[in-house]
């Protein structure tokens, strides 16, 4: 009886002793820290832990599907190509006619946008503008989504052609717009006597003089505030995910929490994968010196025993293998479409109908400077494209230069009115040479009425003078609404040809097609 | 705060668990990290993107499907514990394997 007691008691003490041993560290989940630390690892208990942990696709499923995806060519890439045979400055640039934007913007859609506004800041007559503009990396972003190309993230090695986030990093940094006037007087036909009259007929030769293309600009981003660490970042993050800006992340995680699902459902019930696992374990442990190699090599092993039940092996791998793809793509997205450009360069070639056509360099400041406060800095300078004739006295080849300043809040999302952000502006023009029209006899200018001019005059000019203007802006968007509707009031001491203070207001609409892309 | 339901398993089973709700939550120890999308016994979690969800566990071996976010796609890192009186540690997470499955015996 005393010698049973005393062995409850000694079993009791092991098993609590046994109970209060603290558990090992936690190992982490990704194949190359797991093989980094088998390849230091010297304890063989250690190394059986790691190698255990390796073998657990669970866990790193994508360790798998990119190495069978690395032994597939770029054969590959063009067999799918084949199968598939189909807080931003949306709207003209400042000084394109009608414009809602007194100072320019550094950060522009990444796919595409298309605004459509009314109104004029500096000039005479109101224009009817169309801007549609874009950056460079949506082009190859929207390729990867449709899982076309693959995407290398930062981090993340692969073999094989594929997009990278420095590609698409870099991209990003420039874009592009080109602004169409719609009014009735952008294309103007002209008719001229070709021959001598034939009783009441008149033989005629027409002319177009096309200039519904107004403008187009490329921009460069020089300076991108590269922040992504602080908590005011993380916050924002935190914020742009859980909101409805982070539904593309949200449908990418979705689908690849379906696709590696059903790829690791199909895996590890195939009685080849526990087979694997119990051959690998102790290969690994044994490869010292060699695990990079042992390990690719017990991937293929993997592949080659599960490919005589799954003949589809490689379709269902290349599916999760894009699902990853796409998901890592939207990850950076999000992170830099929180990363806005502080300086930007910008290049607009203007063709005004009947204006001679101007060059302007822009160098753009935009910082955020929280509590929803932004400030938006321009300078600029604007040349003639042509030297104007000698007889418009005054003129020169420096038509103007520029000056603007913006504060703006955002208000964030209303209840009636969804998103809202309002703005107070300031822009002076030093016009060093008169503003010059072009007149063509007997074709009227619209909006202006010239009486008196003689019938050989070819250019008219009016007496040039600084310009200042204020403008107060309020833009709305409805709610989980990519459309933006500009409203704005501007007050200016003249315009470019009218020496007469004015009053002036500016409608608009714009429409961000990067969330139909992302989708 | 409620007891600790799960706790590390053996063999297939990566936690054993008591067959009830057990709120599980995800910290960053690099940048900030959230369940992006999860589903239990192919069953969707909602209430996603979020740092903490709910899962009621039943009895079985089933899976519990994660898919993570990290504010730092390229170095994030962070821990998933259980939101429990005492609970500690149960899986590192890092942004270089953002899908992850946990095998629960209950």
Not at chain 1, 4 to 9: E, I
Request: proline letters at 6%.
């Amino acid at each position: 009886m005393r010698l049973h007691l005393l062995f409850v008691a000694a079993l009791s003490l092991i098993s609590s002793q046994a109970y209060s041993q603290p558990q090992p560290p936690l190992l982490p989940p990704d194949c190359p820290s797991l093989l980094a630390r088998l390849k230091s690892e010297s304890n063989s208990t250690e190394r059986r832990r790691l190698a255990e942990a390796l073998v657990d696709l669970n866990q790193h499923v994508d360790c798998f599907t990119e190495s069978l995806i690395e032994q597939a060519s770029f054969s590959r890439f063009l067999k799918t190509l084949e199968s598939r045979r189909t807080d931003k400055q949306a709207g003209a640039s400042t000084g394109v006619g009608g414009s809602t934007n007194l100072v320019s913007k550094g950060t522009t859609a990444k796919v595409l946008s298309v605004a459509a506004e009314y109104g004029a800041l500096t000039e005479t007559v109101n224009k009817q503008i169309v801007t549609v503009q874009g950056s460079f990396d949506g082009i190859p972003a929207a390729l990867v989504r449709q899982s076309l190309v693959p995407y290398c993230p930062a981090n993340h090695q692969k073999e094989g052609e594929c997009v990278s986030s420095r590609l698409i990093e870099t991209l990003k940094r420039f874009s592009y717009a080109v602004s169409f006037d719609t009014s009735p007087s952008a294309q103007n036909v002209t008719g001229t006597p070709a021959a001598a009259p034939q009783g009441t007929a008149q033989p005629v030769t027409f002319t177009a003089d096309g200039h519904s293309i107004t403008a187009a600009t490329v921009r460069a981003v020089l300076v991108n505030d590269r922040d992504k660490v602080s908590n005011t970042f993380q916050q924002a993050w935190k914020v742009r995910v859980t909101s409805a800006s982070g539904a593309p992340l949200k449908k990418a995680g979705d689908d690849l929490l379906a696709k590696a699902g059903n790829f690791l459902d199909v895996v590890t019930s195939d009685p080849a994968y526990s087979k694997w696992q119990h051959d690998a374990v102790p290969l690994l442990i044994a490869a010292t010196g060699r695990e990079d190699t042992v390990w690719g090599d017990q991937l293929r092993t993997l592949a080659d025993r599960l490919r005589p039940n799954h003949p589809d092996l490689f379709d269902k791998v290349r599916e999760v293998e894009t699902a990853f793809d796409v998901y890592r793509l939207e990850e950076d997205a999000v992170v830099d479409a929180l990363q806005k450009p502080i300086a930007t360069l910008q290049y607009d070639f203007k063709r005004p109908p009947s204006q001679p056509e101007t060059d302007t360099l822009r160098l753009i400041f935009d910082k955020g400077l929280g509590s929803g406060w932004s400030v938006a800095l321009n300078g600029a300078v604007e040349i003639y494209h042509h030297a104007p004739p000698a007889s418009v006295s005054g003129s020169g080849r420096v038509r103007d230069a520029q000056f603007g300043a913006e504060f703006q809040k955002d208000l964030g999302t209303l209840d009636v009115l969804g998103a809202a952000a309002i703005a107070g502006a300031y822009y002076y023009q030093f016009q060093n040479s008169p503003s010059i029209l072009n007149v063509t006899p007997g074709t009227p200018l619209e909006g202006i009425t010239l009486v008196g001019l003689p019938s050989t005059a070819m250019q008219v000019f009016a007496a040039k003078g600084d310009i200042h203007v204020a403008q107060v802006r309020l833009v709305l968007g409805p709610h989980d609404s990519s459309a933006r509707f500009p409203f704005a009031i501007s007050y200016s001491n003249r315009t470019e040809l009218l020496d007469k203070p004015a009053w002036r207001a500016q409608i608009g609409v714009s429409y961000d097609f990067d969330s139909l892309f992302a989708k | 705060m409620a007891d600790c339901k799960l706790s590390p398993g053996s063999g297939n089973c990566r936690f054993a668990a008591k067959p009830e709700d057990v709120t599980l939550k995800v910290r960053g120890t690099k940048g900030t990290v959230l369940f992006e999308s999860a589903k239990y016994d192919g069953v969707p979690i909602q209430g996603l993107p979020s740092d903490t969800m709910v899962v009621s566990v039943t009895a079985g071996t089933k899976n519990l499907d994660v898919v993570y976010s990290f504010s730092d796609p390229d170095n994030g890192a962070g821990v998933l514990t259980e939101v429990c009186t005492g609970g500690s540690d149960l899986a590192l997470v890092s942004a270089a394997a953002v899908f992850q499955r946990y095998p629960i015996c209950a």
